[in-house]
């Protein structure tokens, strides 16, 4: 992908350099660094859909199957590097006269490691536990099992901070003034099947942003966004932002 100039004019470079830009962040943006997608492949976990792990209902079903599950995450996650997405989006953030933020679906904190300051996770962190009895949060070890005990109230509830399906995302006194505010909205590697953020393209194209798609292949809300780029994100990433720090 190249930005020509008719490419800045779409993009409205004239808006006073973009200042607010708000990205929003899935599961492809880490798949470059070895992390799995949700709904790739066969988008299954020891036969289990993500759907069916990643619920209270689950949790509450089987709470070993679902600390398993994350166990395993937490540990890929670790061991994963940021990739060349993550590190131009960080150069964003340092370079960019305006705000940016990053609102990511991914529970990884592989933005962070990038250097990312502005992220906000609306689904949580696998480096987060929290008490499912007192709402008390702490550093999650790097093991998570249900025999563990909540440090504040000595509780057995303890769980990985996520939000799961059918629970509100974390975020929202953050993210709609933030979507209200943008110039630009860009979707990176994010299939658009769950909201609310699958919502968000279109919410801040309402609100008057830009919005772009950068995939690998189209999104479900495809139709949200003013342009769609298609491509690996370890491409598509360093080169828009490469064109918005220069513009
Ligand atoms: P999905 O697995 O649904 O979608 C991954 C997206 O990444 C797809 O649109 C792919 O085309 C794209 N993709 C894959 N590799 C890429 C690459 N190298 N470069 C660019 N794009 C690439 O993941 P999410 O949309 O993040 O929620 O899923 C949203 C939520 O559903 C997750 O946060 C999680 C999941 O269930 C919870 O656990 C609550």
């Given at each position: 992908m190249r930005y020509s100039k008719a490419d800045a004019e779409n993009l409205g470079a004239d808006r006073c350099l973009l200042q607010n830009i708000v990205i929003l962040t899935g599961a492809g943006i880490s798949a470059e660094s070895g992390l799995g997608t949700f709904r790739e492949s066969d988008g299954l976990w020891e036969h289990h859909r993500v759907e069916d792990v990643a619920t209270p209902e689950a949790f509450e079903a089987d709470p070993?199957?679902?600390?398993?599950?994350?166990?395993?995450?937490?540990?890929?996650?670790?061991?994963?590097?940021?990739?060349?997405?993550?590190?131009?989006?960080?150069?964003?953030?340092?370079?960019?006269?305006?705000?940016?933020?990053?609102?990511?679906?991914?529970?990884?904190?592989?933005?962070?490691?990038?250097?990312?300051?502005?992220?906000?996770?609306?689904?949580?962190?696998?480096?987060?536990?929290?008490?499912?009895?007192?709402?008390?949060?702490?550093?999650?070890?790097?093991?998570?099992?249900?025999?563990?005990?909540?440090?504040?109230?000595?509780?057995?509830?303890?769980?990985?901070?996520?939000v799961w399906f059918g629970e509100i995302p974390y975020g929202a006194e953050v993210i709609d003034p933030a979507l209200a505010a943008a110039d630009l909205f860009v979707a990176i590697g994010t299939s658009g099947q769950v909201y609310p953020a699958a919502a968000y393209a279109q919410h801040a194209a309402r609100m008057g942003a830009h919005t772009i798609e950068l995939n690998l292949a189209t999104s479900a809300n495809a139709r949200d966004f003013a342009e769609i780029h298609i491509g690996p994100a370890t491409e598509l990433v360093p080169e828009w932002v490469e064109h918005v720090l220069t513009e």
């Open positions: 070993d199957l679902v600390h398993r599950f994350y166990n395993v995450r937490r540990d890929q996650s670790a061991k994963a590097r940021p990739n060349a997405a993550h590190i131009a989006l960080a150069r964003l953030e340092a370079g960019h006269p305006g705000r940016v933020r990053i609102i990511t679906q991914n529970v990884d904190d592989l933005h962070e490691r990038a250097g990312s300051r502005a992220v906000t996770h609306m689904h949580g962190a696998l480096s987060g536990a929290l008490c499912h009895g007192c709402g008390h949060r702490w550093p999650a070890p790097a093991v998570m099992s249900s025999t563990d005990t909540c440090p504040a109230c000595g509780a057995t509830q303890t769980r990985p901070d996520i």
